[in-house]
Nanobody, 125 residues
Framework: QVQLVESGGGLVQAGGSLRLSCSASGRTFSQSVMGWFRQAPGKEREFVAA????????YYADSVKGRFTISRDNAKNTVFLQMNSLKPEDTAVYYC??????????????????WGQGAQVTVSS
């Protein structure tokens, strides 16, 4: 069992930066692929980024590639999402998610077994 808690959301102007953190509890965190998703009002939840258990491999949605960076610290049971050059269309609730496997890229919501409660990110124009 893994419990996830996001923090670091907020309001920022276009072009600015924010860093989201996701603290995990549970013994299997270091063996899990971790991901970030987001959901804007009236839209489906969409994949943003994922990272393997070893942090060697990362995978990004095309819409955030080059602007967002996912990382993790297994010693602290934490995964991060550094968001730079933010745009108004990045406005959404951002969710941390975990899979019960150490590797393997999946971008569908159903492939992730555990979810955080979400953190609001608002980018003003």
């Amino acid at each position: 069992q893994v419990q996830l808690v996001e923090s670091g959301g907020g309001l920022v102007q276009a072009g600015g930066s924010l860093r989201l953190s996701c603290s995990a509890s549970g013994r299997t965190f270091s063996q899990s692929v971790m991901g970030w998703f987001r959901q804007a009002p009236g839209k489906e939840r969409e994949f943003v980024a994922a990272i393997s258990w070893s942090a060697i491999s990362t995978y990004y949605a095309d819409s955030v590639k080059g602007r967002f960076t996912i990382s993790r610290d297994n010693a602290k049971n934490t995964v991060f999402l550094q968001m730079n050059s933010l745009k108004p269309e990045d406005t959404a609730v951002y969710y941390c998610a975990a899979r019960r496997v150490p590797t393997g890229w999946r971008t569908d919501v159903g492939a992730y077994d555990y979810w955080g409660q979400g953190a609001q990110v608002t980018v003003s124009s």
